[in-house]
């Protein structure tokens, strides 16, 4: 095979994911897995119903519509003009996609030049910073501090340069649990229109906010023809191994997107997709009730990383809760996650993957939240022990 690397240099460094690490971790040691974020309880079973009924009724078996089912497309759609009062043409600004992962990758692969550089909070998702490397652009880190991972947006300005495409926003952010304010969200699109930049925003977790609301930035003025939103099913419908996402766009953007898209995946989730229509329209309650069960169990979680010695950064949105270990006499949050399995049998996952700047989240660490009570306080009673081990 000759001397060069396999994998080429785009991604060198970016081999497993932390997830997988940690996961096969805590099958390993039969540890509590709070470190990925994916619910241990499905979704509505009515909702499950109608994608078994589709598989059975022969609906989305064969290839769906590159752009996805119109009846998918104009739930999206309506979704978005019933929560955020945005209007989109089901036909020319909404693509469904294999999950948020894929919007993401085919709207940073569509929209970006190598050279270019993309401004994104850190600690970011781990797929942002593999993006934008396959796209051969630059990531440039706002990094979010401890204690309040507010971004500093006097930085964000002077971050900006002539090369800048792009900012790739997360919002409720994942793993901080920072949820922009209308302040914030009002001074970000001020600067992403003066310096004519565009914006992709990842709001998978916008059905998760326990202070405040989520406020899409698409719907500040000047925003709409720059921003590509980005959201999905898995989260708000505790159907994380559907990978239902969607883009909303205008026809441009959209378009540039499809164009990438269809060489990732082409389509996907037919049978899925229908049920994911049938999801979106559920009532009001359901979107209630599933942001208080959240809610529940955020502070649940909460207390019991406070009372187990843990500095706790309470979110305001998502399903996770970023702690810092140094009250605990530990500094170190990966060498801390990778020995917690065995001193307690529970598993979490180190930010400081999720930094360029490493010393801004070296010693946090994140759990999180979307288990079972009884899940949860088992390992609440397990981190418990922790000081005295
Ligand atoms: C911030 C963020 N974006 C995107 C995703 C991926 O979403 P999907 O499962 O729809 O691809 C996740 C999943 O954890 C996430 O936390």
Not at 78 to 95: A, C, I, N, S, W
Not at 119 to 126: G, K, M, Q, V
Not at 311 to 325: K, L
Not at 329 to 340: A, I, P, Q
Request: charged share 20%; proline share 6%; net charge negative.
């Amino acid at each position: 095979m000759g001397t060069r690397s396999l994998l080429n240099r785009r991604l060198t460094g970016m081999g497993t994911t932390i997830f997988v690490e940690m996961s096969a971790l805590a099958v390993a040691t039969g540890s509590i897995n709070l470190g990925q974020g994916f619910p241990d309880t499905d979704g509505p079973h009515e909702i499950a119903q109608v994608a078994a009924s589709a598989v059975l009724a022969g609906r989305g078996n064969q290839y769906p519509p590159g752009p996805g089912i119109p009846e998918l497309r104009t739930a999206i759609a309506e979704h978005q003009q019933r929560f955020y009062g945005l209007t989109y043409d089901p036909d020319t600004e909404v693509l469904v996609t294999a999950g948020a992962t894929e919007a993401l990758a085919a709207a940073l692969l569509a929209l970006l030049e190598p050279g270019d550089e993309v401004i994104a909070f850190e600690p970011f998702y781990d797929s942002y910073a593999a993006c934008i490397a396959m796209a051969g652009a630059t990531r440039v880190p706002l990094t979010l501090r401890a204690p309040s991972f507010r971004p500093d947006l006097d930085e964000l300005r002077s971050l900006i340069t002539p090369r800048t495409r792009l900012l790739l926003l997360n919002t409720p952010h994942n793993p901080t649990g920072t949820v922009l304010t209308p302040e914030e969200v009002a001074v970000i699109a001020e600067l992403a229109v003066e310096h004519d930049l565009l914006v992709i925003t990842d709001e998978v977790y916008e059905h998760l906010v326990f202070a405040g609301t989520h406020h899409p930035l698409a719907a500040l003025p000047g925003m709409r023809e720059r921003t590509v939103a980005i959201s999905s099913a898995g989260k708000t419908f505790s159907f994380t191994g559907w990978k239902v996402g969607w883009v909303t766009a205008t026809p441009e953007l959209v378009a540039a997107v499809r164009t990438a898209k269809q060489y990732l995946t082409f389509v996907s989730a037919g049978p899925f997709q229908y049920a994911v229509a049938e999801a979106l329209r559920l009532p009001d309650t359901y979107f209630a009730d599933f942001r208080a069960d959240l809610h529940r169990k955020r502070d649940l979680l909460s207390a019991g990383l406070t009372a187990a010695g843990f500095r706790v950064f309470e979110p305001q949105g998502t399903y996770f809760i970023t702690t810092d270990i140094t009250p605990l006499g530990e500094r170190d949050g990966l060498d801390f996650c990778r020995s917690l399995p065995e001193r307690c049998g529970v598993v979490a996952i180190p930010n400081v993957v999720f930094y360029d700047n490493t010393d801004a989240g070296r010693s946090h660490v994140r759990f999180t939240f979307c288990k079972q009570d009884a899940v949860l306080e088992r390992a609440i009673e397990r981190l418990a022990g922790l000081q005295g081990r």
